[in-house]
């Protein structure tokens, strides 16, 4: 079956500190994969999406990587700050289907 | 202001009883999810539908049911059917951008207790 992993589930580093988050995927073929920011007890928001023939796409202090061939996505934070702590998600599908997401990397940003 | 509205914020609910959680959408979009959310699991597709009075199964229907009488309301029902009914439902619609990638509006989630 289909299998979303991301790497751990909490994830804690300093204020100014690049963070990076994985995702893994297994027996899919994605044609998009997404992440999303949620904060507690709110829903997610969009933040980034990249297709499989891109490589990286970049949004201000985000980046994202798709390896097609390794099945994995990165999510670096370059510069974090105390408010980007929240919990990540990823989430990926083929063309017209609805989403698949993982369950989540909860980041923690000390200053 | 454009967005999703989910209400009520926290519901408690009876063994037993019947519960609709409302989502109501003012952006337009034709396709509206309901994902359910519990603690360390990934969201779970309840179900979808596209189009007015059209709506799938997801992976998880088994216990609740919707309607999809106009493009911007998709109420949720969770039976008496549904056995673990706690946790957060959260309601998602899609826009027309990002052609078939299904990128999400989410609302703000209504947690659902059961006593």
């Known amino acids: 079956s289909q299998k979303i992993e991301q790497n751990s589930e909490a994830l804690n580093i300093q204020e100014g500190k690049t963070a990076t988050l994985t995702c893994n995927y297994t027996?899919?073929?994605?044609?998009?994969l997404q992440w999303y920011r949620q904060d507690p007890g709110r829903g997610p928001v969009f933040l980034l999406l990249?297709?499989?023939?891109?490589k990286e796409k970049r949004k201000e202090r985000l980046k994202v990587t798709f390896d097609t061939t390794l099945k994995q996505s990165l999510f670096h934070i370059t510069a974090s700050q105390p408010a980007d702590s929240a919990t990540y998600l990823c989430a990926l599908n083929q063309a017209g289907t609805a989403l698949i997401f993982g369950k989540g990397t909860t980041l923690s940003v000390s200053s | 202001d454009g967005g999703i509205t989910q209400s009520p914020k926290y519901l408690f609910r009876k063994e037993g009883q019947n519960v609709t959680l409302s989502c109501e959408q003012n952006?337009?979009?034709?396709?509206m999810y309901w994902y359910r959310q519990d603690p360390g699991q990934g969201l779970r597709l309840i179900y979808y539908s596209q189009i007015v009075n059209d709506f799938q199964k997801g992976d998880i229907a088994e216990g609740y049911s919707v309607s999809r009488e106009k493009k911007e309301s998709f109420p949720l029902t969770v039976t008496s059917a549904q056995k673990n009914p706690t946790a957060f439902y959260l309601c998602?619609?899609?826009?027309?951008?990002?052609?078939?990638?299904?990128?999400?509006?989410f609302g703000a989630g209504s947690r659902l207790t059961v006593l």
């Open positions: 027996n899919y073929s994605p044609a998009y």
């Open positions: 952006l337009n979009h034709d396709a």
């Open positions: 998602a619609s899609r826009g027309t951008g990002f052609s078939g990638a299904n990128v999400l509006t």
């Open positions: 990249i297709r499989e023939n891109e």
